[in-house]
Nanobody, 126 residues
Framework: QVQLVESGGGLVQAGGSLRLACAAS????????MGWFRQAPGKERECVAGINWLGVATIYADSVKGRFAISRDNAKNTLYLQMNSLKPEDTAVYYCAARAAVGGQVITTPTLYDYWGQGTQVTVSS
């Protein structure tokens, strides 16, 4: 059974940092694109960052460029999201996603991902 389990969310003050992790089990995603998405109440799910299987190509939402960094450790089958200079508008449930297909470019469209984690809440207070 394939599972993606996020961790690292929580409550932080504006300007603070959090590091999210997504541990995959049940199959390897070391050769597949992965991404982080978030969904705030009343809003659509949006792609925060995506990364290709090698970890050398990344795409970020304009709203997080320069503040967030996506990375992966393929040996550990784990995806990370380092979030710095957090703002109240970053408050959302954060999800990791993985594509079943091998190789390919960075994916930012949610419908192209096959596996999703259960989400972790990030709350940024002002």
């Amino acid at each position: 059974q394939v599972q993606l389990v996020e961790s690292g969310g929580g409550l932080v003050q504006a300007g603070g940092s959090l590091r999210l992790a997504c541990a995959a089990s049940g199959r390897t995603f070391s050769v597949s694109p992965m991404g982080w998405f978030r969904q705030a109440p009343g809003k659509e799910r949006e792609c925060v960052a995506g990364i290709n299987w090698l970890g050398v190509a990344t795409i970020y939402a304009d709203s997080v460029k320069g503040r967030f960094a996506i990375s992966r450790d393929n040996a550990k089958n784990t995806l990370y999201l380092q979030m710095n200079s957090l703002k109240p508008e970053d408050t959302a449930v954060y999800y990791c996603a993985a594509r079943a297909a091998v190789g390919g470019q960075v994916i930012t469209t949610p419908t192209l991902y096959d596996y999703w984690g259960q989400g972790t809440q990030v709350t940024v207070s002002s």
